[in-house]
């Protein structure tokens, strides 16, 4: 199988950071994203069914750890601009967010820039 070209988040990153933050409004951001509905990228999957090859959730190992092992079982290389990803409101500063451009490594076939 050929790589697929895009990778798709239907949700902002950042929900296990913003629950542990201890921060009472990046915690209600977090609860907020967690309660909406995936009605429209449910709709959006179903219309492209026949492109679709993997679906996740970002639980447990987040973004780098499940695109690392989709890239991986596809034999693909996976590439992401930190700057596009969406995150929730106030996580980045929990993550100790490193700004584009200073990440140097990844996971074997991830590309971080």
Known sequence: MGCVPALVLSKALGTGLALASGDEATIATAVASM?????DAARALRAQAAAVHAVTDLTGFGLLGHGWAMAERSQCHLASDAARLPALAGVLPV???VPVGQVTAGP???SLR
């Open 35 to 39: 309660r909406g509905l995936n009605r």
């Open 95 to 97: 993550a100790g967010f």
């Open 108 to 110: 074997p076939g991830v």
